[in-house]
């Protein structure tokens, strides 16, 4: 089993960065796949970025990529999202997730294990 822990969202004008962090715990092999998601208040939950955790590759979602930055730190144990530009519709609470299996995709259902998830809250 792993368990995941997100911290670092909070409250930001826009045009600010915050970087979200995921500490990883448990049993977790290189192919394992993770991943941030998003949902905002009456939508979907939606994929931003995936890495596995060998760090060998990332995949981002096309309307994102460029001013979000997924990352693995080894030292800590703990998948990062740097967030940039930020703008009022990025409101949502942001989610670590990891998929059992090399090259999952996009969809939550293909994510065996979630945190609880931080808030990210910009302002206009």
């Known amino acids: 089993q792993v368990q995941l822990a997100e911290s670092g969202g909070g409250l930001v004008q826009a045009g600010g960065s915050l970087r979200l962090s995921c500490a990883v715990s448990?049993?977790?092999?290189?192919?394992?796949?993770m991943a941030w998601f998003r949902q905002a208040p009456g939508k979907e939950r939606e994929f931003i970025a995936a890495?596995?955790?060998?760090?060998?590759?990332?995949d981002y979602a096309d309307s994102l990529k460029g001013r979000f930055t997924i990352s693995r730190d080894n030292a800590k144990n703990t998948v990062d999202l740097q967030l940039n530009s930020l703008n009022p519709e990025d409101t949502a609470v942001y989610y670590c997730?990891?998929?059992?299996?090399?090259?999952?995709?996009?969809?939550?259902?293909?994510?065996?294990?979630w945190g609880q998830g931080t808030q990210v809250t910009v302002s206009s």
């Open positions: 997730a990891v998929a059992l299996a090399y090259n999952p995709g996009f969809q939550p259902s293909e994510y065996a294990y």
């Open positions: 448990g049993r977790v092999f290189d192919w394992y796949f």
């Open positions: 890495i596995p955790w060998s760090g060998a590759r990332t």
